[in-house]
């Protein structure tokens, strides 16, 4: 074995961390993407949900690192039947963001996500994924997602946002 096979790799601590991304959903997904870059399915159980438990234990040393916001993705979040506790339980400590299809935003889950934003001093951002400008494009992607029913004013985002979400320019605080 030569010496530079020898040498030591350096050890380099965490000391600080900005950012904490929490892959909640594991690789569990309602629709099938073209482009996921982890082929997230409602098949594909390569990676399982994250618990609540499982969560708050990272959000404790996160706390301990400084982490000053918190983003969730899957597979789709709201999958995971603990996301709203979830998200409750990080509000508590930063800001949240959730990258979603939007096509699990029922009015119940986003009553309960206005809910949230109300009690907490932190913003609760929810991105809808789009990946086209028409449905065309769009479904090319995302297969079964009606891309008028979710993006007309009308349709499924429209509604939920005018009863139970402010317009998303009044929810970052």
């Known amino acids: 074995m030569s010496s530079h096979d020898r040498r030591a790799h350096p050890d380099v601590h965490l000391r600080a961390l900005d950012t904490l991304w929490f892959q909640v959903a594991g690789t569990l997904c309602n629709i099938e993407c073209t482009h ?5 399915s409602p098949r594909n159980h390569s990676h399982e949900m994250l618990s609540l438990a499982d969560v708050e234990r990272r959000l404790a040393e996160a706390r301990e690192l400084g982490v000053r916001e918190y983003y969730f993705t899957g597979g789709e979040p709201f999958m995971n039947r603990d996301m709203i506790p ?11 963001t959730v990258l979603t299809n939007g096509m699990l935003l029922r009015a119940d ?13 932190y913003s609760l951002d929810i991105r809808v994924s789009l990946d086209g400008f028409d449905r065309e494009s769009h479904d090319a992607i995302r297969g079964v997602i009606n891309f008028v029913e979710i993006i007309e004013p009308r349709g499924l985002v429209g509604r939920l946002l005018e009863r139970h979400l402010a317009h998303p320019c009044q929810m970052a605080r």
């Open 36 to 40: 996921c870059f982890i082929s997230s």
């Open 86 to 96: 979830i998200l409750e339980a990080t509000l508590k400590q930063g800001p949240a």
């Open 109 to 121: 889950v986003c009553r309960r996500l206005r809910e949230l934003f109300d009690a907490s001093e």
